[in-house]
């Protein structure tokens, strides 16, 4: 192996972020994109579909903790829940730490990612095995056109909108999303980066607008996306992320995380202004 092999990721014409390789574990084509898993010097094994990361293990459990935590400690009792995309298995994973979860069903369109991370990052894939996962390898926009089952909360754990994910950012899908939620059902989406795709963060908050009567927009940090600060759209029938939020039940609930916690939970919601400002009108965080 070559001892100076860096791979680098350009996520746009002048934007670029660089990470020393040890090792290449695996390479492969799908039918829907490239996959990658390369060992890291300082973030250990590292997941990217497109030549964009996905997943690296020092810093996997700040998203996932997240997108899967937070609506499930603000729904009063999350027993279905559904995950789109999440190939990886980290969002699954923490899903079914929750006791009140009964199932789990992980649509992820390509088997190529779920079978390489199953064998090169068993830290976010080594769930997938448990029973209480129902994993099907298919189109996550097809699955909730015809599905007729509801679901408490649905987690869009999705890649950017390009390639295969691009129809998990329109509205179609969202109407389909909305029709097989419980009447008090929660969705939460990989919301993208304020700093560099605020334009998909408009356009993903107009369409949730257009279908949900309260959107909101929250945060969290990571070190592998670019400018670090990344967010979440959260959209609901009901039930209000702050103010139905009960931190007791974090407590309660004897779970340890690595980064959500019930602080975490409410400051997550709070914005810098210059977001605010830029969604103005397609939030109700204030």
């Not at 927009?217 to 609901?236: D, E, I, K, R, V």
Request: hydrophobic share 40%; glycine share 6%.
């Amino acid at each position: 192996m070559h001892s100076d092999l860096w791979v680098e990721e350009k996520f746009s014409d002048f934007l670029g972020l660089r990470f020393k390789v040890e090792n290449v574990l695996f390479s492969g084509k799908s039918d829907f994109q490239t996959v990658d898993i390369v060992d890291t010097k300082g973030h250990g094994k590292m997941l990217l579909n497109d030549g964009l990361i996905m997943v690296t293990e020092r810093d996997e459990f700040a998203y996932h903790d997240m997108i899967s935590h937070l609506p499930l400690f603000v729904h009063p009792n999350p027993k279905n829940v559904l995950v789109i995309g999440g190939g990886d298995g980290g969002t699954a994973r923490e899903v079914i730490r929750h006791s009140k979860v009964e199932k789990c069903t992980m649509v992820e369109i390509d088997a190529m990612v779920v079978d390489a991370c199953k064998e090169h990052i068993p830290q976010t894939a080594s769930a997938l095995e448990n029973p209480k996962i129902n994993l099907i390898i298919g189109d996550g926009v097809e699955f909730v056109k015809n599905t007729k089952e509801k679901f408490d909360v649905i987690i869009v754990d999705s890649t950017d909108p390009i390639g295969p994910a691009q129809p998990l950012f329109g509205e179609a899908f969202y109407q389909d999303v909305f029709n097989c939620l419980t009447d008090d059902g929660i969705v939460v989406s990989q919301g993208e980066s304020s700093w560099y795709a605020m334009d998909i963060q408009q356009s993903l908050l107009s369409v949730l607008n257009n279908v949900f009567d309260q959107c909101f927009l929250y945060s969290f940090s990571n070190l592998t996306y670019p400018g670090g600060l990344w967010s979440f759209t959260f959209a609901t029938k009901k039930h209000h992320p702050i103010n139905d939020f009960n931190p007791q039940r974090v407590i309660d609930s004897g779970l340890d995380f690595d980064y959500y916690n019930h602080q975490l939970h409410t400051a997550a919601f709070a914005l810098p202004t210059f977001v605010k400002k830029e969604l103005k009108g397609l939030i109700q965080n204030d």
